[in-house]
């Protein structure tokens, strides 16, 4: 679950699209429908939003070898990047 806060401003989102279907707009409606108070559709919510996806980093892996490259790699990079969150949209 998100932090009843929402993430912190320096926090990053890490998102493994496998299926290159990521959607920011996906993206933006789950964190509206999750944190309306946070996310409201105002201008001061456009800019709250604007910060959140600045902070989600989409990794697409081009191959099964290179996501499993980037699998073993992801706990040291998560922590030097301070991310908070991993997103995996599926591993088939």
Do not use: C, W
Not at 75 to 85: F, I, W
């Amino acid at each position: 679950p998100v932090p009843a806060g929402g993430f912190g401003e320096d926090v990053r989102i890490v998102y493994v699209d496998t299926e290159r279907r990521f959607s920011a707009e996906r993206l933006i409606e789950i964190a509206r429908a999750r944190q309306p108070d946070i996310y409201a559709a105002d201008a001061h919510a456009e800019r709250q939003l604007d910060a959140f996806l600045s902070r989600v980093v989409v990794l697409t892996p081009d191959s099964q070898e290179d996501l499993l490259e980037k699998l073993e790699g992801l706990e040291v990079a998560m922590r030097k990047a301070n991310a908070g969150l991993l997103v995996l949209d599926s591993v088939a």
